[in-house]
């Protein structure tokens, strides 16, 4: 759909901002926005270094910036990693050979600024003056100036333009596993970005109203805001959680876990964990990462909620047995890229094998530490069947005596389930709502 503007060849038309823009970040003195140079300097990082941005945040530059100018950076280097092929197909007819990255990067940010109502003026200012400010991208500082005029006249409409599509290392699996038409539909997904979603300890419509959210089949609040989330009310005395709403079905696949002894094995940063908790039941939550267990504990703290805490390998931890444990392995993470739009850019598909050989290791351990007749609760947040449905049929094959549960949580949609017995999540359900992450689940019992 066409975004409405007063005429369309005004490049003045541009000066409307989008709602989905992220606000224009602030100048200092001056220089360019720091947010802008950041902004730039996270989508070097990402597009030529293959890191995640959640890596690149951390680095020294971007964490020596004020809280607003990073959070500023983050939004836009998201914002332009979300339309990246829009950015390009604007950009292409005004450039006869592709500059250096930082350059391109410059340009596609300008661009997607420029085309969501951004100040003219100011971004292309700053975009030349970023490109200008270093030795090796100072002799491109014209080039930019002239193609960021252009494109401002020209007054892109960037929703006439293609949804961007995945890319193809991952594309493939996924149009073999669900289709092109569902592939499509999740790239939509992927596009519109992500709702904040809370896992709330009780009173779910109580937070909703108080927050102007509303509560889901299941009971997770949705926000429409995406505001700074530890200034919302009911965050310091710990009501909530974010937990995005398909990470929450996964203990719902428990019932009631009251009185139960649980672990949570891969527990950090401990949306889990915290559910488990708030349930009743008597939690160990165990991480290899020290560093993430970190959060966990900061997490049980603000909560006011309790769970036994082990830092150790999953794969070589011998406690238990327990009525029930929870795996929430590690994988590709395909499923939040509505969230994490870097990630297929950053990864190229490597060490997904690994992680798959992983994942059924981790499995037989989870397995070996559940109670005679207990229930293993496996899940992955990856599109990928390799990661969900397929460790499902090799663990079944490799144990048996192994059952998948018939489990439907109340709230759950029937359509979820799949071949396996298991619950399939994707970004392209609940669309109208908001969406949710790609996310697999089962519950296997075992032998009594
Ligand atoms: C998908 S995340 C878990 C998210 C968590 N369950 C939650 O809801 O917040 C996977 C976790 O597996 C942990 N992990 C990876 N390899 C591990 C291993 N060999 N043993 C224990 N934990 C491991 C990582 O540190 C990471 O925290």
């Not at 945040?57 to 983050?74: F, I, K, N, S, Y």
């Not at 900061?298 to 909620?305: I, K, Q, V």
Request: glycine content about 10%; aromatic content about 4%.
């Amino acid at each position: 759909m066409r975004r409405p503007r007063p005429s369309d060849k005004s490049p003045r038309a541009a000066t409307r901002r989008d709602p989905r823009a992220a606000p224009a970040p602030q100048a200092r003195g001056d220089g360019p926005s720091p947010a802008r140079r950041a902004a730039i300097d996270l989508l070097g990082q990402v597009l030529g270094e293959g890191r995640l941005l959640s890596e690149a945040l951390a680095g020294p530059r971007v964490a020596a910036l004020a809280p607003e100018d990073r959070a500023a950076a983050q939004r836009l280097a998201t914002s332009v990693l979300r339309e990246l092929p829009r950015a390009d197909a604007v950009l292409a007819p005004f450039l006869r050979k592709a500059p250096p990255l930082r350059v391109r990067n410059a340009l596609r940010l300008a661009t997607l600024e420029i085309a969501r109502g951004g100040a003219a003026h100011g971004v292309v200012n700053d975009a030349v003056a970023i490109v200008a400010a270093s030795k090796k991208t100072e002799g491109f500082r014209g080039l930019a100036n002239a193609v960021l005029r252009q494109v401002a006249e020209a007054a892109p409409d960037l929703d006439a333009l293609p949804v961007p599509k995945l890319p193809g290392w991952l594309r493939a699996p996924l149009v073999a596993a669900w289709g092109r038409a569902d592939v499509a539909a999740m790239e939509r997904a992927h596009l519109a970005g992500a709702p904040l979603d809370l896992s709330v300890k009780d009173d779910a419509a109580g937070w909703a109203a108080r927050l102007g959210g509303t509560v889901l089949p299941g009971g997770s609040v949705r926000l429409a805001t995406q505001g700074q989330v530890s200034a919302l009310e009911g965050y310091d005395e710990g009501a909530w959680w974010v937990q995005d709403a398909a990470a929450a079905w996964p203990v719902r696949m428990l019932g009631d876990v009251g009185g139960l002894d649980v672990l949570d094995l891969c527990a950090a940063p401990g949306g889990k964990t915290l559910q488990l908790a708030a349930g009743g039941a008597r939690v160990t939550a165990l991480d290899a990462s020290a560093g993430r267990m970190a959060r966990l504990e900061e997490n049980l703290a603000r909560t006011g909620l309790a769970a036994e805490i082990v830092v150790a390998d999953a794969l070589t931890y011998e406690g238990g047995p327990f009525d029930a444990v929870l795996l929430d392995a590690p994988c590709s993470a395909t499923g939040t890229i509505r969230r994490h739009p870097d990630l297929p850019h950053a990864r190229q598909g490597e060490g997904i094998s690994e992680l798959i050989a992983l994942q059924a290791q981790m499995i037989d351990a989870a397995l070996a530490r559940v109670a005679p007749g207990g229930r293993l609760v496996f899940c992955t947040c990856s599109l990928i069947p390799d990661e969900g449905e397929v460790q499902v049929e090799e663990a079944l094959a490799r144990h048996p005596g192994l059952v998948v549960e018939d489990v439907l949580p109340e709230g759950a949609d029937p359509a979820w389930r799949n071949a396996t017995g298991g619950l399939r999540l994707r970004p392209d359900r609940w669309a109208a709502a908001g969406g949710m992450d790609g996310f697999y689940m089962a519950c296997l019992r075992v032998p009594g």
